[in-house]
């Protein structure tokens, strides 16, 4: 058990023009097994067209107890958020 | 590495040439399928059965050319499920039972890296239909190669442990591997029609890959240079087909002309 | 279901009067429809309690690999074959997409592995029946598969978010092992008489198996009321079984083959199926250990862990290599 292959996370573009995105987790010896690896489990029915694996370890998370501080920046700024900008009918669907 | 020549193949020659590549890809995939729920990690396990998978498709594309090129009115399920092991085409090396999971993965080893540059070299296959399975089928033996190689490599460099079980499955398979480049009647028949290449030049292509990835596997290619044959001719399989026929026909035996 | 009989605290369901600030809060966020996801807080016995219901889904599906498993190297043409390798492949994935979904609660595969191997964890109780007939790879499909599809639907709504996506996934894939496995009844149904008499026997030995599947009744169970206040448990397991039954008693006779039940009948007044119970000393002689198959499945999956140990180690070993090679270079 000590030895045990680490934990990837995968990402995957579904279609041109998409972002990547986590589809599951998965182990691999290395990066090289862990991208195989990523192929064979979460492309079976060729969902895939691009495919990002990365260690767990290496990914940092935010940390929940945190939430209000890391999520408040953004919430006050309205500008982000597509409905601040009061655009006439006329204009057309954007 | 084809050359197109207005030759006629001898139909017999082109049968016999397509059963041939059916019967490896359905003895190699059932080989693989035999490992479904026991591999050595979930991870293996789903990835042997993809590539038994892609056998089972490539058998179909075959097995049901051989039946239309017959015309005895028989499927490639017949051809599959019905047909005793004397008349079966594939190589020797397929039908070695898998061991442990190294014997298994050099034998897909060794099968790949002569499937990657045979198939290429089919793709300009003077027969269409050959050219179109070759296409299909290439894809995924090139994947197939990739994933043998690293996993030959890797247990290979390994442990001490998984270094002796690698080498002992190169040692016991190599005699077996040279019956890939044996050529026969058939294979002159194929090539003078420009539906198949020179096997002399696949065999070059397959020792220089072989070579490169058993380096890089710190294993030691034996220097033996027996072959046994009998298995693409038909004229001698080993006792293990027959029982692996045995397990794959029981129904279609059992219960002759059901529909399942 | 896939996850028999689980067991939760023990303890019953708190009143809020009972729980402190912290667990009032985590009830009220799962009241509220929200998924709980792995850093945020959760009362111990709720990790626990997960870690033990997907650690069975997820070792039900591998062992559930082998009753089908059975069959691949015998199934009679080269579809079937293909159709049923490539399901049995799935229940590889989906096993593996719940370990990954368990691991993010702490636990880790091997950990579990281990805990399966040496028979702390069990696994559902359909898995331990032999599958002797081709039929029976029909009457997996249709009958193993649909119940786990009544209780896996659900599930997609489960509190806690990693199991959830997995279930999303996991159901998305399964839709065609259901069909898959009907298909071949149907085929066997309109075929010869001699593969009439297969589907019939094989829907004879998994039928109660099948009614089991869910567990016994758990309207009085202190750990199922725990699971559902925490929605990590659905539908309570009589109402999941009266479903299957209602949806599978019409099935058989569209097929044409007669649910080995005298009482089953659809009742006029509350318009659902009567039916039997399963033996249940059965069913806990199976959990037990004393099934047809346990003691086989188990072994089998011992000896494929062991057999690997040697890949897995090698393989680790050949990485560890590369990385201290690229370090030094760099």
Not at chain 2, 26 to 45: I, K, N, Q, Y
Not at chain 2, 186 to 207: E, F, R, S, V
């Amino acid at each position: 058990m000590a030895n045990e292959w680490p934990l990837w996370e995968v990402f995957i573009r579904g279609q041109h023009g998409m972002s990547h995105r986590h589809v599951g987790s998965l182990h691999a010896p290395d990066e090289k097994m862990a991208m195989n690896n990523a192929r064979d489990v979460y492309t079976r029915r060729n969902e895939g067209v691009s495919i990002w694996v990365v260690q767990a370890k290496d990914i940092t998370a935010s940390d929940p107890s945190e939430k209000g501080p890391m999520y408040e920046p953004s919430e006050s700024k309205v500008y982000r958020h597509p409905t601040f900008y009061d655009i006439p009918d006329e204009a057309g669907p954007m | 590495m084809i050359t197109h020549s207005n030759q006629t193949a001898d139909s017999r020659h082109l049968l016999e040439f397509v059963l041939r590549q059916g019967d490896n890809a359905l003895v190699l995939g059932h080989r693989m399928s035999e490992w479904c729920g026991t591999g050595p990690a979930l991870e293996e396990d789903i990835a042997l059965a993809n590539t038994a998978l892609d056998l089972i498709g490539q058998t179909q594309m075959w097995l049901a050319y051989a039946a239309e090129l017959e015309g005895r009115d028989r499927s490639a399920n017949d051809l599959a499920f019905m047909r005793d092991a004397t008349d079966f085409r594939n190589l020797l090396l397929l039908e070695q039972p898998n061991r442990d999971f190294g014997h298994t993965m050099m034998r897909q080893f060794l099968f790949d890296a002569y499937q990657v540059p045979f198939l290429q070299a089919l793709e300009s296959s003077a027969d269409q239909r050959v050219a179109d399975i070759a296409a299909k089928s290439g894809r995924e033996a090139r994947y197939h190669l990739e994933r043998s190689s690293d996993i030959v490599i890797a247990l290979g460099d390994g442990t001490e442990e998984s270094h002796r079980r690698m080498q002992d499955a190169l040692d016991r398979l190599w005699s077996y591997a040279g019956e890939m480049f044996v050529t026969d009647e058939t294979d002159i028949a194929m090539h003078n029609a420009a539906i198949a290449p020179d096997l002399k030049l696949i065999h070059a292509q397959w020792n220089d890959t072989v070579q490169a990835r058993l380096n890089k596997a710190t294993l030691a290619v034996p220097d033996s240079t027996f072959v046994h044959k009998g298995g693409k001719n038909g004229v001698r399989h080993e006792e293990h087909l027959g029982h692996m026929l045995a397990t794959m026909q029981v129904l279609q035996r059992s219960y002759p002309n059901s529909v399942w | 279901m896939y996850a028999q009989m689980v067991k939760s605290s023990g303890e019953g369901v708190k009143t809020a009067g009972e729980m402190d600030a912290q667990e009032r809060a985590f009830q009220s966020r799962i009241d509220a429809g929200e998924k709980i996801e792995p850093k945020d807080w959760m009362p111990a016995a709720y990790r626990k309690t997960l870690i033990r219901q997907i650690g069975q889904h997820a070792h039900s599906e591998i062992v559930g690999q082998l009753p089908e498993g059975n069959w691949i190297t015998r199934a009679p043409t080269l579809e079937r074959k293909a159709n049923l390798l490539a399901k049995v492949q799935d229940e590889a994935g989906h096993g593996l997409y719940l370990y990954c979904a368990a691991e993010t609660l702490g636990v880790s595969r091997d950990e579990l592995f281990d805990m399966l191997h040496t028979g702390k964890m069990k696994y559902s109780s359909i898995f331990n029946y032999p599958t002797l007939t081709w039929a029976d790879m029909g009457a997996v499909g249709w009958l193993v598969d649909g119940a786990a599809i009544m209780n896996q639907v659900p599930l997609q709504r489960t509190s806690y978010g990693p199991y959830a996506r997995a279930m999303v996934r996991i159901c998305k894939e399964e839709s065609f092992h259901q069909r898959q496995g009907f298909h071949i009844m149907m085929t066997m149904c309109n075929g010869s008489v001699a593969q009439k008499e297969m589907a019939q026997d094989a829907l004879n030995r998994f039928w109660y198996p099948s009614l089991m599947m869910f567990g016994p009744s758990d309207k009085d169970s202190v750990h199922s009321a725990q699971s559902m206040a925490w929605k990590i448990k659905m539908d309570s397991n009589d109402d999941l079984r009266q479903r299957f039954v209602n949806a599978t008693a019409p099935q058989a006779e569209f097929l044409g083959l007669t649910i080995p039940d005298d009482k089953l009948a659809f009742n006029e007044d509350t318009q659902q199926y009567d039916f039997s119970e399963p033996d249940w000393e059965e069913f806990y002689e199976v959990l037990k250990g004393n099934g047809p198959c346990n003691r086989d499945r188990l072994e089998t999956r011992q000896r494929a862990w062991s057999d690997g140990e040697w890949v897995r180690e090698g393989m680790m070993a050949h990485a560890d290599k590369r990385r201290n090679a690229n370090q030094t270079a760099a």
